[in-house]
């Protein structure tokens, strides 16, 4: 038997996509990832397939270590066709990533930091939103109140810092 990665048929991929979303909800992101590289490996630019990716890479990094994770999901956000989706999964990768550092004691200080990233690309994508899409809006809302609950404040030597201590 010789280990080799076998090809999906084209007529199957919304299936596959579907599989790839219940994995996803079942928190077994590996596996969903896995059908999304299916999908991409004979439809490179297949759109749903790619938001799925970036969902399921995003889901994985709360693993210490994941740093291939976040170029990979660099690399997929910029074969999005949709500026706005550009803007709304950029935003979800720093709002992510901001959620990790929550849970690491040395590294929450760098928490703030990531929040206001996120907050930066979800402003962007609200002003070019499609009509009735508020999902930017709901996540600004979401950080704004973690930022606040949490009472995380920028580190003393960002560049936020200072600029509050200028005006």
């Known amino acids: ?17 579907d599989k790839a979303r219940q994995y996803r909800s079942l928190l077994e992101p590996e596996i969903a990832e896995s059908i999304c590289l299916d999908i991409l490996h004979i439809e490179p630019s297949n759109q749903a397939a790619l938001v799925v990716y970036i969902l399921a890479l995003s889901d994985q990094l709360h693993h210490a270590g994941k740093k291939t994770q976040v170029k990979a999901i660099e690399e997929a956000v910029m074969q999005l066709q949709s500026r706005y989706q550009q803007h709304y999964y950029t935003g979800l990768l720093h709002e992510r990533r901001a959620r990790f550092m929550l849970t690491q004691s040395m590294a929450r200080v760098f928490a703030y930091d990531y929040f206001i990233e996120a907050l930066q690309f979800y402003q962007m994508a609200e002003k070019i939103r499609p009509e009735h899409n508020d999902e930017a809006t709901l996540r600004w809302n979401s950080c704004i109140r973690t930022i606040e609950r949490e009472k995380l404040k920028p580190r003393p030597d960002s560049k936020d810092a200072r600029l509050d201590m200028e005006s």
């Open 1 to 17: 038997m010789e280990l080799t990665l076998h090809d999906i048929h084209a007529d199957s991929i919304e299936l596959a996509l």
